[in-house]
């Protein structure tokens, strides 16, 4: 069980992406549409907590500034290692920013931050599909590049429970 901080996109934005999710499992290649409990969301993860007090993280968290809105550039493909595949988003440092603020914040409760999101060794990310057999590949680029260049916006934020998908929404966009 994890906890992430998580941006979360506006309609348009989540459209598209729910429509990327939607023709990779057309494609036969396992989204996060269908992945666990299937209540996933698009989103890009400031913070994975591995071990957390929820609501001292909501807590320290909403305390942040309001930075608003966040507009991404996806136009690449990325892969982590066990098969992670993900679009590629061109940020400015100012998210670079907001991200370690939120780590200092939810540090701050004594949560456990996973390594991947310590601020120099966070990669930015939208994940598209969790676990690509590596002959499935090939398909999942043709899927992927058929939609990019893909403006987004991420226009709220909320806490979300990986292993359930249950969602605290905050109220800024840190």
């Known amino acids: 069980m994890a906890l992430a901080v998580c941006l979360l996109f506006d309609e348009r934005s989540e459209r598209a992406l729910r429509q990327l999710w939607q023709r990779v499992e057309g494609a036969g290649i396992s989204s996060l549409q269908s992945h666990t409990h299937g209540r996933h ?3 890009l993860s400031y913070a ?12 320290a968290v909403a305390a942040l500034p309001d930075g608003g809105q966040v ?4 136009d ?6 066990r098969g992670r595949a993900w679009l590629i988003p ?3 440092a100012d998210v670079h920013v907001r991200q370690e603020r939120v780590v200092a914040a939810a ?3 004594g949560a456990d931050l996973h390594l991947h999101y310590r601020p120099g060794w966070w990669v930015p990310h939208c994940t598209v599909a969790p676990r690509v057999r590596r002959e499935a590949l090939a398909t ?9 260049p893909l403006e ?7 806490l979300i429970d990986s292993s359930t998908g249950e969602q605290w929404p905050l109220d800024g966009i840190p």
């Open 41 to 43: 969301v698009p989103h």
């Open 48 to 59: 994975v907590l591995r071990t957390y007090d929820v609501a001292a993280v909501t807590a």
């Open 71 to 74: 507009r991404l550039h996806f």
């Open 76 to 81: 690449g493909l990325g892969l982590f290692r």
């Open 90 to 92: 061109g940020v400015g």
């Open 107 to 109: 540090e701050g409760t």
């Open 140 to 148: 999942l680029a043709v899927e992927v590049y058929g939609t990019l």
């Open 152 to 158: 987004a916006v991420a226009d709220r934020a909320a």
